[in-house]
Nanobody
Framework: QVQLVESGGGQVQPGGALRLSCAAS????????MGWYRQAPGMQRELVAS???????NYADSVKGRFTISRDNAETTVYLQMNNLKPEDTAVYYC?????????WGQGTQVTVSS
C-alpha cells in the first residue's frame, strides 16, 4: 500500500512563497505521472500541477507562471514551489497520481494565504 506524505504548508501573506514536498513509500515517481491537487473549503478537489516521468509539466491556468512542480534526482520527493501566492490559493494541498488519482489520499498540507 503506497503512502503519500505531504508537508511544507503554512500561513503566508499575499505575494509570499512556500515549497511543498511529497514523499511516497515505494518508487512510484519513476512509474507514474504525479500531480499536486488542492481542495478549498466547500470546493471540489482540483489538479493544479502535474509532472510526467519524462519531465513534462502541466499547470492549471490559475497557477501557471507562479507554481513549479519538480522532482528530486533520487526520485523520492516531488515538490511544488509556489510563488506570488494569492488568497485564492488557500486550500489543503495533496499529491497523488495524475490526471486521475490512484493511491489513497494522504493527510494533505494546509496552505493559508492571508494578510
Amino acid at each position: 500500500q503506497v503512502q503519500l506524505v505531504e508537508s511544507g504548508g503554512g500561513q503566508v501573506q499575499p505575494g509570499g512563497a512556500l515549497r511543498l514536498s511529497c514523499a511516497a513509500s515505494g518508487s512510484i515517481f519513476r512509474v507514474f505521472t504525479m500531480g499536486w491537487y488542492r481542495q478549498a473549503p466547500g470546493m471540489q478537489r482540483e489538479l493544479v500541477a502535474s509532472l510526467t516521468t519524462g519531465g513534462r509539466t502541466n499547470y492549471a491556468d490559475s497557477v501557471k507562471g507562479r507554481f513549479t512542480i519538480s522532482r528530486d534526482n533520487a526520485e523520492t520527493t516531488v515538490y511544488l514551489q509556489m510563488n506570488n501566492l494569492k488568497p485564492e490559493d488557500t486550500a489543503v494541498y495533496y499529491c497523488n497520481a495524475a490526471p486521475a488519482y490512484i493511491f489513497s489520499w494522504g493527510q494533505g498540507t494546509q496552505v493559508t494565504v492571508s494578510s
